[in-house]
């Protein structure tokens, strides 16, 4: 099944406890990016990868790391998370950017 | 300003209603999407346009380049209908369509 998977769905953390959230396809999907999703903001966008070793900044990259070293996975870094990053996080693929996209089911993080 | 505004934020129907979601954008764009959030946090995306109409069942999606507006119309409308429907778009500048902007949603609520 074509599908974005994100792990975990659920994290607690403490402020300052480096953590990773793992994304990824089986798609063959050239894009790849990363979305916060807060109350009232909506979404936005905080990085993405046109291809592999090719990675631009979005509206909200402060504080967030990724790298994409090969296609499938797309790796969402926060080495010193903070309360401001608790959010719902999603990562999404496509064939190309701009095609149409596929979102994983998301990753609520909290941080304390 | 929001880049992408859409109307309106919430929209209650009874089941059977044609319904209309309007989204606006004030950047140059070199594509359009419709995406759909299930109440369970889910994202899908259900269209992508950079010109014309394109239906899918019952959903209808238009976009008019020159007025910078798409539409999204649902016929029959049914309770499985509800959910929020949130309009993004990629930036057309530098070569790059890989920033995406999205507009805040509207929460579709069909009643039976």
């Known amino acids: 099944e074509a599908q974005v998977t994100q792990n975990p769905r659920y994290l607690i953390t403490v402020t300052g406890k480096k953590l990773t959230v793992t994304c990824s396809q089986n798609?063959?999907?050239?894009?790849m990016s990363w979305y916060r999703q807060d109350p009232g903001l909506g979404l936005r966008q905080i990085y993405y990868?046109?291809?592999?070793?090719?990675?631009d900044k979005g509206d909200v990259p402060e504080g967030y790391k990724v790298s994409r070293k090969e296609k499938r996975n797309f790796p969402l870094i926060l080495e010193s998370p903070s309360p401001n990053q608790t959010s719902l996080y999603f990562c999404?693929?496509?064939?190309?950017?701009?095609?149409?996209?596929?979102f994983g089911s998301g990753t609520r993080l909290t941080v304390v | 300003k929001n880049e992408v505004e859409q109307s309106p934020q919430n929209l209650t129907a009874q089941e059977g209603e044609f319904i209309t979601i309007n989204c606006s954008y004030s950047?140059?764009?070199?594509?359009l999407h419709w995406l759909q959030q299930h109440p369970g946090g889910g994202i899908v995306s259900l269209f992508m346009?950079?010109?014309g109409k394109k239906k899918h069942g019952r959903l209808i999606a238009t976009i008019n380049i020159q007025e910078k507006h798409s539409s999204l119309h649902i016929t029959a409308s049914h309770p499985r209908d509800s959910a929020v429907y949130i309009c993004?778009?990629?930036?057309?500048?530098?070569?790059?369509?890989?920033?995406?902007?999205f507009g805040k949603g509207t929460k579709l609520s069909v009643k039976p």
């Open positions: 798609m063959n999907h050239e894009y």
């Open positions: 990868s046109m291809n592999v070793e090719v990675t």
């Open positions: 999404a693929s496509s064939f190309r950017g701009g095609a149409g996209y596929t």
């Open positions: 993004a778009v990629n930036l057309n500048y530098g070569g790059s369509q890989g920033n995406l902007i």
């Open positions: 950047v140059g764009i070199s594509a």
């Open positions: 346009l950079s010109s």
